[in-house]
């Protein structure tokens, strides 16, 4: 960082926004005056573009479908010091931008997440399923990697530089959240929250999230990332899982021999070797995959220290 004040950019996703960006540019513009607003349009079919830009926001495009990819793109494309993230659907008050903010630039942390959870979601949030997702991930994520993150999926944070420029992000939609969040948790980065106010979208703003579908993606990449970051307790629950079941058909043909000295179920006693055999395979996969996902955990490391 340079003597000169650090540069903090506002970035704001946008698909079909035209009725909440303007003043969603303005709130923030005020809140944060020394900072860069830009919102990248996601083919939005109203004048969400032209809105922004009478706003006073920088306007760029991005022609891949998906929440994950227009973060992608304003991470690759954007040099700041901070990075304000938040959505164009006027539900996070500018507030509270200025004190997630200075957690990165004075205090060091590397993602500040704004808290939903912990204040007004429940009170304001109309769509009750959306509520009980929101605590299902975060119980399942909190279990498996030990942590007490209060808001997983929220859309307003604030990141460093090396935060930005060093995430990996695969995710094309709106699961990208929790993927930030899963990545700084096994990454070791410093991670803050700050209680903010949430409010319901305006009268005329429409969600674009499909409440099943979308959870049900968001859930599936959890997975697939817990599969990924965790692998030896994966696999390791897979394996106890086929044992059990691989020791409940062996059981009866093992009763069967104590009884008659015979083996009458030759079928059923093929399969709970089988069975057994993929368990102590299971078991080996997720002990390799560990000692390779350790060792990816200390080249990032090593990367990180050299940049």
């Known amino acids: 960082m340079t003597n000169s004040s650090p540069k903090i950019a506002v970035l704001i996703p946008c698909y079909n926004e035209a009725s909440t ?6 709130d923030f513009r005020s809140a944060l005056p020394e900072a860069t607003v830009y919102v990248y349009d996601n083919n939005s079919t109203d004048h969400t573009s032209m809105e922004a830009s009478k706003a006073g926001a920088v306007v760029c495009n991005e022609y891949r479908q998906g929440k994950g990819n227009v973060v992608r793109s304003m991470f690759h494309d954007i040099q700041a010091d901070c990075y304000l993230m938040v959505d164009g659907d006027d539900t996070y008050p500018a507030i509270e931008a200025r004190q997630l903010c200075d957690k990165v630039l004075n205090e060091g942390y590397d993602m500040v997440i704004g808290d939903r959870l ?15 997702g929101n ?3 975060r119980y399942l994520i909190n279990r498996f990697f030990q942590s007490n993150v209060r808001d997983i999926m929220t859309g307003y944070r604030a990141f460093s530089r090396l935060f930005v420029k060093n995430i990996p992000i695969l995710s094309k939609s709106f699961e990208i959240e929790t ?3 899963l990545h700084a948790l096994d990454k070791n980065y410093r991670i803050a929250e700050v209680p903010i106010t949430y409010r319901d979208r305006p009268i005329g703003s429409l969600s674009k999230l499909s409440t099943f579908k979308d959870g049900m993606e968001v859930i599936a990449m959890m ?3 817990f599969r990924d ?17 691989a020791i409940a058909l062996f059981i009866p043909v093992f009763i069967d021999y104590l009884h008659t000295g015979l083996v009458l179920r030759f079928p059923t006693l ?12 299971l078991f080996v996969c997720g002990l390799i995959l560990e000692v390779i996902a350790n060792k990816n955990k200390q080249l990032y490391e090593l990367l990180l220290h050299r940049q």
């Open 21 to 26: 960006i303007a003043k969603v540019v303005s």
């Open 118 to 132: 912990s204040s007004t979601y429940f009170k304001e949030n109309k769509r009750p399923f959306h509520g009980v």
């Open 135 to 137: 605590l299902m991930v």
């Open 179 to 181: 993927e930030m969040t």
């Open 223 to 225: 997975f697939r990332l």
């Open 229 to 245: 970051y965790k692998p030896f307790l994966f696999f390791s629950i897979i394996s106890v899982v086929v044992l059990l079941i």
């Open 270 to 281: 093929i399969v709970s070797c089988f069975m057994m055999l993929l368990a102590m395979l």
